[in-house]
């Protein structure tokens, strides 16, 4: 751990004013070189208060994004993952797609702001800055194409599981990389596989995580201010770094027993489609349909009102009204 690093451990753990003697002292450098390091944070984006004959502590509203504040988060896990932070860039999953070849398995890539983030079917996810939590994950599962599918709703679970520890609520999943919580979606999520055309199976994934933390300042703009919504209402401090540790502890503990696919039965209670009327969009055509269940392979069990039943692996589908 570096000076700046250190610096920031200091502040984190503390609610109180820390003055720039001790903090000098604690550090081994001078107050000048504390100042200099204060500087560096604030232009990684920490919210750091100043206060004359007091010193310097974090905001209480401080919500920086520090890959030593995630790696802390991490429990016994900081070792498993190679963790990449950008302030911005066009989208994480392009980011890892355009060096995957060279990196090792769990290196992940996140971000504080995308300018092109990208979502399901090519559409753009919002990706306000100081807001969400955006995030590529590289892995290596040796799995046969159909079993693709399983890398997402895996990470929904997880991405279900650290929402709960960390808010108290479980949210909800629409199937199939769609999370809810309030009736609004906090949560998208994209795997791109990368498949071997001789065997069939696939040699890498770059899992896409989006998150929205708290809402934009400004509010999210239409049509997605009637569709989305964030895990608080307002800033929590140091809670990216948390949420970006919780997700990647759960994905790497569900990952670890993938063959067994014990996390199925989580997805499946999870999913708030079964029993409701959809509407399924196939080659750009709707069909109405009833909602049945979710099987082991985690499709969606449909009955189009022909009486005919499918097994969705993919697709696209929305609510009716009830």
């Given at each position: 751990?570096?000076?700046?690093?250190?610096?920031?451990?200091?502040?984190?753990?503390?609610?109180?004013?820390?003055?720039?003697?001790?903090?000098?002292?604690?550090?081994?450098?001078?107050?000048?070189?504390?100042?200099?390091?204060?500087?560096?944070?604030?232009?990684?984006?920490?919210?750091?208060?100043?206060?004359?004959?007091?010193?310097?502590?974090?905001?209480?509203?401080?919500?920086?994004?520090?890959?030593?504040?995630?790696?802390?988060?991490?429990?016994?896990?900081?070792?498993?993952?190679?963790?990449?932070?950008?302030?911005?860039?066009?989208?994480?999953?392009?980011?890892?797609?355009?060096?995957?070849?060279?990196?090792?398995?769990?290196?992940?890539?996140?971000?504080?702001?995308?300018?092109?983030?990208?979502?399901?079917?090519?559409?753009?996810?919002?990706?306000?800055?100081?807001?969400?939590?955006?995030?590529?994950?590289?892995?290596?599962?040796?799995?046969?194409?159909?079993?693709?599918?399983?890398?997402?709703?895996?990470?929904?679970?997880?991405?279900?599981?650290?929402?709960?520890?960390?808010?108290?609520?479980?949210?909800?999943?629409?199937?199939?990389?769609?999370?809810?919580?309030?009736?609004?979606?906090?949560?998208?999520?994209?795997?791109?596989?990368?498949?071997?055309?001789?065997?069939?199976?696939?040699?890498?994934?770059?899992?896409?995580?989006?998150?929205?933390?708290?809402?934009?300042?400004?509010?999210?703009?239409?049509?997605?201010?009637?569709?989305?919504?964030?895990?608080?209402?307002?800033?929590?401090?140091?809670?990216?770094?948390?949420?970006?540790?919780?997700?990647?502890?759960?994905?790497?503990?569900?990952?670890?027993?993938?063959?067994?696919?014990?996390?199925?039965?989580?997805?499946?209670?999870?999913?708030?489609?079964?029993?409701?009327?959809?509407?399924v969009l196939q080659a750009?055509?709707?069909?109405?349909?009833?909602?049945?269940?979710?099987?082991?392979?985690?499709?969606?069990i449909v009955q189009?009102?022909?009486?005919?039943?499918?097994?969705?692996?993919?697709?696209?589908?929305?609510?009716?009204?009830?």
């Amino acid at each position: 751990m570096d000076k700046k690093e250190t610096l920031l451990n200091i502040l984190e753990h503390t609610d109180t004013f820390v003055s720039g003697s001790e903090l000098a002292a604690r550090l081994g450098v001078t107050r000048a070189s504390v100042w200099k390091y204060i500087r560096m944070l604030e232009d990684e984006g920490c919210e750091i208060e100043a206060v004359t004959n007091r010193g310097y502590r974090l905001s209480p509203s401080n919500d920086a994004l520090t890959a030593e504040g995630i790696r802390r988060e991490l429990g016994d896990l900081p070792d498993r993952f190679s963790i990449e932070l950008l302030r911005d860039c066009t989208s994480t999953n392009s980011v890892l797609k355009e060096k995957a070849a060279k990196l090792p398995e769990w290196h992940t890539v996140i971000a504080g702001h995308q300018s092109a983030g990208r979502g399901r079917k090519g559409r753009s996810f919002h990706s306000p800055e100081g807001t969400g939590l955006y995030m590529s994950v590289l892995l290596r599962p040796q799995l046969p194409i159909g079993d693709a599918v399983l890398i997402t709703a895996a990470a929904a679970v997880a991405v279900c599981r650290a929402v709960e520890e960390l808010s108290g609520v479980c949210p909800g999943i629409k199937w199939v990389n769609d999370i809810f919580l309030y009736g609004k979606k906090i949560c998208g999520i994209l795997s791109e596989a990368s498949v071997d055309m001789e065997s069939g199976a696939v040699e890498s994934v770059i899992l896409g995580v989006g998150i929205n933390i708290t809402p934009p300042a400004e509010g999210f703009p239409p049509p997605l201010s009637d569709i989305a919504g964030a895990v608080f209402p307002n800033r929590q401090r140091n809670m990216r770094c948390r949420m970006a540790a919780a997700f990647l502890r759960h994905f790497s503990r569900i990952y670890a027993d993938f063959p067994n696919r014990g996390f199925v039965p989580e997805y499946r209670s999870l999913n708030f489609l079964p029993g409701r009327r959809i509407l399924v969009l196939q080659a750009h055509v709707p069909r109405p349909a009833a909602a049945l269940g979710i099987d082991d392979q985690c499709r969606l069990i449909v009955q189009y009102d022909d009486g005919t039943q499918e097994a969705l692996s993919s697709g696209e589908v929305s609510v009716l009204p009830d």
